[in-house]
Each structure stands twice: as structure tokens, then as C-alpha cells.
């Protein structure tokens, strides 16, 4: 053997030789596999990301003397108040509180929590939660995510010993016990136990076995007319002589069924757009499993919107389509409508977004949740699985709201021992579908850590799409109370946009308030258009400005639809093409909604 066959290779030529490549994912297989298992024990969520939050809060909040004289001072005013009220409580049944809860929060709503000890109980307990926001918030020099998540953590720790969540310090528990001998208990944890079962046998929550697609919900009559490996393409049939000659075609998000948007025969949306006379369009997405761990962002474009796109051109040809995003349907919407208008495809004749964001600057509560560390441990889990678990997002979601979601039910149905009624809102909620693997890692990655799209990165067949090449005209909804999609943020369209937008905010939350059928009570919303020659607002100035109106959103939209539509209306078009390869594959509401997708 030569001097120069014996001596090592150069690393250069290990890395031709993939030998480098190969060994270091090995290194990084490890890393993955570790993270899988300390996620076992956090709830997937990173302790690093946690552990940097609490020391950038705790070194800035040793660090500041004043900070810290000024919470002395906050706790001892604050005890003055409790020790005030407290007396004058003793003496006067009637004593107004000292401290009201913060909007929403209706806890101590019920009247047992007028009466002594309870009214001290809760406004200690509130007192208390004042101090620790006081705490958590303002601390010079801390990151402003790592703030938040400070804040989150603190808040979610209170909560857990809220006078509210414990048998003894709530009046409405006491008197239920009073009422039945105990008996609640006894029904409380008999709840207990079957929701436990419950979850461990991967079965759905109770009662939602009332609420199956195509038999109690999802049941507009319509035909799968495409579908490929990611999606089923839902026709619905008219109910009206004569139609509108622009079809609608909606786009959900993949996160969730579709058919919070075909709910009950009184609260779809599909059904109240076939009955106002338009051909409807919608996508129902396959439920992913491991195999489907190298989707992309770009092929849920391709083989959702763009491939559900051609199939309605080829039923109703000739004509421009409604195209309708939810969620994260709307933001893959816009990246399509983007791509579109870049290559000159005018196939649109509008684009609606509903509850959906497309600049991720200030994404809400869920950023909570995604910062490098996190994604990193987030990436971890998805790659063990191939797809990130319908249990895992269904946790974080009730997080952002663990009084309304956790310990609201805790109380109810393990404390009172009762059993609130199952809607078909709350079947379809507890009806959550997996996300693959590729795809989510690049949604979080791309928009909501690096926000792509908005700041013209975000690569489409070689070219960036940007929402300012959108033409058609936009009607953009957003929620008042909306923790995922913030209506503040999604507002941010007539920024980034320049086409004229319709812009409604209705009453009601990221769900509810989409599903806002006309009759619905106290419903409520506000509605401005902005031309493209008009000048920008801000999101107050436009609450000043835009008109309010009592009902339903619905009824706006459809008459928008009809502004923005050909004036005569035509025959309905045939079910399907099969001369065109998209022939009636069989009823709605199709395959892929069901049960029997699940993994």
C-alpha cells in the first residue's frame, strides 16, 4: 500500500463521499430521539425554551432595585385593600369589592360569590393574580416573548389554585353537595373515569357519537367530484332554478374537518350560500398519517388549491371563481392567489379570507409556543411521528383558554358532577386531524418564525409570492375575541394588499364567530370597504369609523358576492365533468371527513 492510498482523506472528499452527511445525522438522530423523551415527560414542551424565559425575567428582575421596591409597594397598598375590605365586610353584608375580575372572566360570576367567606376567598385570590401580573410584566430589560411566556406560566400556575377549581372555597360546589348528600361527588368522578378511559382507548370525548358526518352533521347533499391523495373535492347540488355564474370555492383549514363550515342544517355556511343561489365548492382534506411525513407546503398548494382550482374550471367553465379561505386555508389561499397573480393567472374573480393571517408579526397567543428552541423540540416530535398528533395540538389550543376549556369543565362535570350538553360545534372541535411532518416544520418555520410571505421570501415555482400582486378584490373577516388569528393582525391585509378590501369584524371567537348564521342572537359585527386610492387606518381609527351592524356577517357577504358576480344568473351546472375526467365519485360528504381515516 502507497503513502498517499494510507494517509486519511481530506474533508472535503469525506463530504463528497456523503460519509460527513451521513454521520451527522446519526449525531442528530440522537439528539432527536432525546428530546422524544423528555417530551414524554413536559407535554412537549421545551424546557429550554422555558428555562431561558425564567432566567432573562429573574436575572433583569434581580437587576432592578427599583422594579423590586416598586412590588413591595404594590403588595403592601394591595394588602391595605383586602385588610379594608375584609372589615368593612364584617360589618356591612352589602360592601362592594375591591377589586372587579378582568373582562371575560366569569368565575365568580354566580351569586354564592356575594357571600362572606367566598367574596374574600375571590377577592384575595384577584388581588393576588394583580400582584403577579405586576410581577411578570415591565421588567426592565426582558425580551418581550420571553415576558409573555413568563406571564403565561405564572398565570397558568394561579390558576390552578383559584378559590373556583376547589370544593371548599367555591359556594356553587358546597351547595350542590348540601343539595344531593355528596352524590355529586360520587357522579363527578364516575365522569372522571370515563373521560379517562376515554383518552387512554383513543376514543372520542362523550356524546360526540350524536354528531356523524353525512348522518347529523355535514349533511348539505352534494358529490365528491375530485380527488387526489390529499384531498376530496366536495360539488354541492343547487337548490335554486337559476344560479349565480361564478362559482364559490372554499378552501379549510387542514388543521381541523371541514365541515365546521357544513355543521347542522341551521348553521352551515354551505348550505345558506347553495340557498342563496351559488354553485359551492369545497375541500375536504385526507387525514395524514406517517407516510405522509415529506408533504410540503407547496404540494398542500398544488394538490389543494391549485388542483381544486382546475377542477372547478373544468365543471363551470368559462367563468372566474369566489375563492374562499379559512384559517389556515386563507394563508394557503393567499399564497396560491399570490403565485397567481405573479404569473398572470386572473382565474379569481375575489378572495375571501376568514379569520386567517397572512402576516405573523404578532400571531397572538399560539407564538407562545413557537420560538427557535421550541421548534427545534417541536421538530423533534414530528420527525419520531411523521406528523404532529391531534392530541398535542388540541392541548395547546386549550391552554390559551384553561378557564373556559379545563378548569370550567373541571368544575362542572367533576365537582358538580353534571354533564353539559354535546353541540355540534364542540363534536366538531374534538374531530382534530394530524398535520404532516414536511409541511407543519415549514409553516412554523417560514411564516411564523422568519414571516416569508410578507416580507417577499416566500419562493413559489422559483418566483416570490406577494399578496401586493393579489388584484381581485378581498373580503377579509375577522373575531373579535380571537386567540389564534387575532383580528388585529389579520386587519394587516389592507397593508400588505393592493386591491380593495372589504373588512368586516364580527362578534364572537376564531370559531364562533364564523359560524354565525342569520337569527343567531346578539350576534353583531362592523364593515368597511378600503379602495385602492383611499388612505390607510389604523386598526382603532377604523373601530371608530366602520358601521356597525346587528345579525350576521352571512348576509353582507352574500351580497358582496352578488356585487362582485356577473348580473344575470344561469342554469346550474351539471354534477361533475366526467367528460373532463372529474366524474360524480360518490356522496357527500365523502371519505376523508370520516372516522375510519383516523390512524
Not at 445525522?25 to 412537549?44: C, H, K, N
Not at 371541514?258 to 347542522?264: A, F, H, K, Q, R
Not at 341551521?266 to 342563496?276: A, D, F, I, P
Not at 364564523?514 to 390607510?536: L, N, Q
Request: hydrophobic residues 40%.
Amino acid at each position: 500500500m502507497t503513502a498517499a492510498a494510507s494517509a486519511p482523506k481530506p474533508l472535503t472528499a469525506v463530504a463528497a463521499s456523503g460519509e460527513e452527511s451521513v454521520g451527522s445525522e446519526g449525531f442528530r438522530a440522537i439528539d432527536r430521539m432525546s428530546d422524544v423523551v423528555v417530551a414524554q415527560v413536559t407535554a412537549g414542551f421545551s424546557p429550554a425554551s422555558l428555562a431561558l424565559a425564567f432566567f432573562d425575567w429573574s436575572i433583569h428582575l434581580a437587576a432592578a432595585p427599583g422594579k423590586r421596591a416598586e412590588l413591595v409597594n404594590k403588595a403592601e397598598r394591595k394588602t391595605s385593600r383586602l385588610l379594608g375590605y375584609l372589615a368593612a365586610a364584617s360589618t356591612h353584608s352589602d360592601t362592594p369589592p375591591c377589586i372587579e375580575p378582568l373582562p371575560g372572566d366569569y368565575r365568580f360570576a354566580a351569586e354564592g360569590w356575594k357571600k362572606q367567606p367566598y367574596a374574600a376567598f375571590a377577592q384575595a385570590f384577584l388581588l393576588n393574580q394583580q400582584w403577579w401580573h405586576n410581577v411578570t410584566h415591565e421588567v426592565p430589560g426582558v425580551t418581550p416573548h420571553h415576558e409573555h411566556v413568563v406571564s403565561f406560566v405564572t398565570r397558568q400556575l394561579l390558576d390552578m389554585f383559584s378559590p373556583s377549581n376547589h370544593p371548599l372555597t367555591n359556594p356553587e360546589v358546597v351547595a350542590k353537595a348540601f343539595e344531593t348528600g355528596g352524590a355529586n361527588f360520587i357522579q363527578g368522578w364516575r365522569n372522571f373515569v370515563e373521560d379517562a378511559t376515554r383518552t387512554a382507548t383513543n376514543q372520542p370525548p362523550v356524546g360526540t357519537d350524536g354528531f356523524i358526518p353525512g348522518k347529523d352533521v355535514a349533511v348539505t347533499p352534494g358529490k365528491v367530484v375530485y380527488r387526489n391523495h390529499l384531498i376530496e373535492l366536495i360539488q354541492y347540488a343547487p337548490t335554486t332554478d337559476k344560479v349565480r355564474a361564478e362559482p364559490v370555492l372554499i378552501v379549510p383549514a387542514w388543521i381541523m374537518k371541514y365541515y365546521i363550515l357544513d355543521l347542522s342544517p341551521g348553521n352551515s355556511l354551505v348550505r345558506y350560500l347553495v340557498e342563496n343561489g351559488h354553485t359551492v365548492f369545497c375541500v375536504s382534506w385526507r387525514n395524514p398519517d406517517a407516510a405522509d411525513r415529506d408533504l410540503t407546503m407547496d404540494d398542500y398548494r398544488r394538490m389543494g388549491v391549485m388542483a381544486a382550482l382546475d377542477a372547478v374550471n373544468a365543471i363551470v367553465p368559462d367563468r372566474k371563481i369566489h375563492a374562499t379561505g379559512y384559517c389556515l386555508g386563507g394563508t394557503l389561499l393567499t399564497i396560491a392567489a399570490a403565485a397567481m397573480g405573479r404569473a398572470g393567472d386572473d382565474r379569481l374573480a375575489s378572495v375571501t379570507l376568514l379569520a386567517a393571517q397572512i402576516d405573523f408579526t404578532e400571531p397572538g397567543e399560539l407564538a407562545l409556543f413557537i420560538d427557535h428552541s421550541q421548534m427545534h423540540f417541536l421538530n423533534s416530535m414530528m420527525w419520531n411521528r411523521g406528523y404532529l398528533s391531534a392530541d398535542q395540538m388540541a392541548g395547546a389550543f386549550q391552554l390559551l383558554r384553561t378557564n373556559d376549556l379545563i378548569w370550567s369543565r373541571h368544575v362542572r362535570e367533576y365537582l358538580m358532577g353534571e354533564r353539559a350538553p354535546m353541540i355540534d360545534l364542540m363534536a366538531w372541535n374534538a374531530d382534530s386531524t394530524r398535520m404532516p411532518y414536511r409541511m407543519h416544520s415549514e409553516y412554523l418555520r417560514r411564516l411564523y418564525l422568519d414571516n416569508e410571505l410578507v416580507a417577499g421570501r416566500f419562493m413559489v415555482d422559483g418566483r416570490p409570492a406577494v399578496p401586493q400582486n393579489i388584484r381581485a378584490p378581498m373580503f377579509v373577516v375577522g373575531t373579535e375575541h380571537d386567540h389564534v388569528a387575532p383580528w388585529r393582525s389579520v386587519y394587516k391585509v389592507h397593508q400588505l394588499t393592493d386591491t380593495d378590501v372589504t373588512f368586516v369584524l364580527t362578534s364572537g371567537g376564531h370559531n364562533a364567530g364564523i359560524v354565525s348564521e342569520p337569527g343567531h342572537p346578539r350576534r353583531r359585527f362592523r364593515v368597511a370597504t378600503k379602495r385602492v386610492a383611499d388612505f390607510d387606518l389604523g386598526p382603532e381609527e377604523w373601530l371608530l369609523a366602520a358601521e356597525r351592524k346587528d345579525g350576521s356577517w352571512w348576509i353582507e357577504w352574500t351580497r358582496w358576492l352578488g356585487a362582485h358576480s356577473s348580473p344575470e344568473t344561469v342554469p346550474p351546472p351539471s354534477m361533475g365533468a366526467s367528460d373532463e375526467g372529474y366524474p360524480a365519485l360518490e356522496d357527500a360528504p365523502g371519505s376523508y371527513v370520516l372516522p375510519a381515516m383516523r390512524v
